[in-house]
C-alpha cells in the first residue's frame, strides 16, 4: 500500500486484481519451515496442512480443502458450522487466522519458487519429499478407482433382481397410466348405463310403494274475492248516501 489515507486503502483492498488477492492470501509458517526454507510467510493452497490459531475452532490442524481467492476465504476440512435451517456448512476462515506446519509440494511451480536463493541439501530435501507426496497422491486416486470398479462390477444375481424389480414397477406404471387414458367415448357409455340402472330402480321401488288418495283443494281466485269485496263496500256507500238525503229533506220544511 502506497498511500497512508485509509480510505485509498480500503478502495485498494477491495477493488484489487486477483493476482494481489493471491499474494495477500498468505499465513505465516511454523518454526521448523520458517528456518528451513527462509520466508516468514507463503501463499496457502489446497492440500496444505494448517492450525487454526484463533476463534472457536483454535488448536484444529487439518488439510485445506478449497481456496476461495474471490472472497478471501479457506476452507479446512473438520470446520463445520450449522445453519438455521439445520444445514451443515464448512466454515471459511481468514488466511490470517492460520498456521502452515505442512507445505504441499506437489507443483512444480510452487517448488521453483521455493527453491530460490536455497542451498542444494535444501533442494534435494524439497525434491524427495515432492516424489514421496505425489506417490501418496497417486496411491489415493488407485484407491478410489478400485472402489469404483468393485461398485460397477456387481454380480449378476443383484442385477437380475433389481432389473425384475423395475419391470414390475413398470408394469404397474403402465396400468396406472392405461387405466387413466380410457377414451372418453367408453366413460360416457358407462355413466349412461348407470342412469339407466339408477331410474329403473326407483320406478321399481315406487312401484311396491302403495298407493294414497290425495285430495286437493280447488284454488280461490284472489283476483274475484277482490271484485266482489268492491262491489259491496260500492253498494254499501250508495244506500248510505241515500240514506243521508231522504234524512236532510225530512228535516227541511216544504216552502208555500
Known amino acids: ?20 488477492r493471491r499474494k495477500w492470501m498468505s499465513s505465516h509458517l511454523e518454526e ?4 528451513k526454507y527462509d520466508r516468514r510467510r507463503v501463499p496457502v493452497i489446497k492440500g496444505d496442512t494448517v492450525k487454526v490459531m484463533r476463534g472457536s475452532f ?8 478449497l481456496v476461495n481467492v474471490g472472497r478471501r476465504q479457506i476452507e479446512v476440512e473438520g470446520l463445520v458450522m450449522t445453519k438455521a435451517d439445520g444445514k451443515k456448512i464448512a466454515k471459511p476462515i481468514h488466511a490470517s487466522n492460520l498456521l502452515i506446519t505442512k507445505l504441499n509440494l506437489t507443483d512444480k511451480w510452487r517448488r521453483a519458487k521455493l527453491e530460490r536463493d536455497l542451498s542444494e541439501d535444501v533442494k534435494k530435501d524439497i525434491e524427495r519429499e515432492a ?59 358407462e355413466a349412461m348405463e348407470k342412469k339407466t ?29 277482490r271484485g266482489t269485496k268492491n262491489k259491496t263496500l260500492k253498494d254499501n256507500t250508495v244506500k248510505s ?6 234524512e236532510k229533506n225530512e228535516q227541511t220544511p216544504k216552502k208555500t
Not at 326407483?202 to 283443494?217: G, L, S, V
Request: glycine content about 0%; hydrophobic content about 15%; proline content about 4%.
Open 1 to 20: 500500500m502506497k498511500s497512508i489515507k485509509s480510505r485509498k486503502q480500503r478502495k485498494e483492498y477491495f477493488n484489487a486484481p486477483l493476482h494481489k
Open 241 to 246: 248516501t241515500k240514506k243521508k238525503k231522504e
Open 32 to 35: 521448523n519451515l520458517l528456518l
Open 197 to 225: 340402472e339408477k331410474e329403473s330402480s326407483t320406478k321399481a321401488k315406487m312401484e311396491e310403494k302403495p298407493k294414497t288418495e290425495i285430495t286437493k283443494e280447488k284454488p280461490t281466485d284472489k283476483s274475484k274475492s
Open 58 to 65: 483454535k488448536g484444529h490442524e487439518d488439510k485445506v480443502s
Open 131 to 189: 516424489k514421496e507426496q505425489i506417490s501418496e497422491a497417486e496411491k489415493i486416486e488407485k484407491e478410489e478407482e478400485k472402489t469404483l470398479a468393485e461398485e460397477s462390477e456387481k454380480p449378476t444375481e443383484k442385477v437380475e433382481e433389481e432389473k425384475e424389480e423395475t419391470n414390475e414397477q413398470k408394469s404397474k406404471y403402465e396400468e396406472k397410466t392405461v387405466e387413466k387414458k380410457i377414451d372418453p367415448k367408453i366413460k360416457i357409455k
